[in-house]
Nanobody, 129 residues
């Protein structure tokens, strides 16, 4: 049982940087792999990045590899997404998500929306050209 709140979205110029934060309310935060998804108007929700429960492994969709970095601080019940070299096509609502305790002791990276049980309300990221 996790409640998630995203923050840090906003307007940024192409080539700029932005860091998103996700604060979790549950004390079992460290038991969950955490992910970031995004959804642009008229498009499906897309996997962006995820990190294993321990923070020992992470993965990204090809479009953001080398530009985005996901990290977590279990002591602060927080997950972050550092976004660099932003492009207009990165414009979307970004959602933080928590998977499930089954993956606690693995390095598995869930990438499907059906592998996540808890979702934040989203934060808007707009990249101008």
């Amino acid at each position: 049982q996790v409640q998630l709140v995203e923050s840090g979205g906003g307007l940024v110029q192409a080539g700029g940087s932005l860091t998103l934060s996700c604060a979790a309310s549950g004390r079992a935060f460290s038991s969950y792999a955490m992910g970031w998804f995004r959804q642009a108007p008229g498009k499906d929700r897309e996997f962006v990045a995820a990190v294993s429960a321990s923070g020992g492994n992470s993965d990204y969709v090809d479009y953001v590899k080398g530009r985005f970095t996901i990290s977590r601080d279990n002591a602060k019940n927080s997950v972050y997404l550092q976004m660099n070299s932003l492009k207009p096509e990165d414009t979307a609502v970004y959602y933080c998500a928590a998977s499930r305790p089954y993956y606690t002791f693995t390095l598995y990276i869930p990438k499907g929306h059906n592998e996540y049980d808890y979702w934040g309300q989203g934060t808007q990221v707009t990249v101008s050209s």
